[in-house]
């Protein structure tokens, strides 16, 4: 439901109610998971999906019942393994689902979808069993959700974590600000960066010296345009409480040693899930030299993705954008980057690597 705020939000404003369908429980293998959501309007609208496609058609169904009576549903879609694929089902898996109505005199709602199209974070409860299916509640007065810290969230995946309450009665929703990408340098290899990422899921921050670079008709998908010295740029949020996580990722792209060096050699004493930086073989050799003169230790140049990307083979600022978004995912989630035909395991719900950004967990409270 968070995840469709942007979507959502208007219809309400003008007095429209639509009908939420989210994911409740997940089974064996399914492309999306606990509380991903789609919703119907009543001119027959589509917004968002709970399944890539697979079990789509049955949902739409079941929220055009919910719009015509108001009453909340749960239904099941999928079968055995053996069974999944005439159920239309295609990855062999099975998903609960819970279609409700969302009003606009809703405010519990209307305000966890004002507070998550800000980008901050929310939580609320859902109600998933009877007399209350469909409700949307403060998850603070039914559990102890609000006095434990939650997880970081993956939210680039799109996916609110959802949490069984109590006698699994109420699931828990949230949603986290945007993971955040700093882009150092305003080239072209930055702009496409900067769109890339952005469509991603990523907020980008764009950073460089000269304001002719740096501008919002060079960058429109930036979150932010920082006219600064990258190095002391990063030295600040260094200092300041919850401007960086463990799912940040600082990418060097200036060309320029100058601005390079004192870059990294900030960037790689923060806390952040990922440092990288362009360059040739022999850039990126001169740069070590540089940084061990600077006092950074070889464990701290370990960290350092560089040259940034993937080998996707690609050369031009789109391509090579591509393969460093790749690189940093792969990072992000412990994986090896190789084709998904060439790896075993599962190929959804992977997890964050890093022990400070926890994926969203299904557990019971």
């Known amino acids: 439901m968070l995840e469709l705020a942007a979507d959502l939000l208007p219809r309400l404003a003008d007095g429209e109610s639509v009908a939420v369908v989210t994911v409740t429980r997940v089974a064996r293998s399914a492309p999306r998971g606990l509380g991903a959501s789609m919703a119907i309007t009543a001119d027959g609208s589509v917004i968002g999906s709970i399944s890539g496609g697979c079990v789509e058609g049955d949902a739409i169904v079941l929220a055009h019942a919910v719009l015509a009576d108001g009453a909340a549903r749960a239904a099941r879609f999928g079968f055995s ?3 999944a694929h005439a159920a239309g089902l ?3 898996g099975e998903v609960e689902v ?4 969302l009003r606009p005199d809703d405010d519990v709602a209307r305000h966890a979808l004002e507070a998550a199209a800000r980008d901050e974070r929310v939580t609320v409860a859902l109600g998933i069993r009877a007399p209350l299916e469909g409700v949307v509640a403060d998850a603070s007065g039914l559990s102890r959700i609000a006095a434990e810290a939650l997880p970081e969230l993956d939210a680039a995946a799109l996916l609110a974590e959802t949490t069984p309450i109590a006698d699994r009665a109420w699931l828990s929703v949230s949603q986290a ?3 955040r990408l700093i882009v150092v340098g305003a080239g072209e290899h930055a702009a496409a960066l900067c769109r890339v990422a952005s469509a991603a899921g990523y907020a980008v921050t764009v950073c460089d ?3 002719l670079l740096a501008t919002s008709e060079r960058f429109p998908d930036a979150s932010d345009i920082v006219i600064a010295d990258p190095g002391e740029y990063l030295t600040s949020l260094a200092e300041q409480a919850g401007s960086i996580d463990a799912r ?3 990418c060097v792209l200036s060309h320029d040693e100058r601005i390079d060096i004192p870059a990294l050699h900030a ?3 923060m806390n952040v899930g990922f440092v990288g930086a362009m360059g040739a073989r022999s850039t990126v050799e001169q740069r070590g030299l540089a940084l061990r003169e600077r006092g950074v230790k070889d464990a701290d140049l370990a960290r350092l993705h560089s040259p940034l990307g993937l080998d996707l083979g690609g050369s031009s600022p789109e391509e090579a954008a591509v393969a460093a978004i790749a690189e940093i995912i792969a990072s992000r ?3 090896s980057g190789v084709p998904l035909r060439d790896a075993r395991g599962p190929i959804h719900a992977r997890t964050p690597a890093s022990p400070a950004s926890p994926a969203p967990t299904c557990s019971p409270l």
């Open 98 to 101: 819970l279609a409700y109505v």
């Open 177 to 179: 600000p945007r993971a």
């Open 209 to 211: 010296p000269w304001p």
């Open 248 to 250: 940040t990722a600082v």
């Open 90 to 92: 295609a990855c062999g």
């Open 81 to 83: 393994d053996e069974r």
């Open 333 to 335: 989630y412990g994986t």
């Open 267 to 269: 960037a790689l004493g």
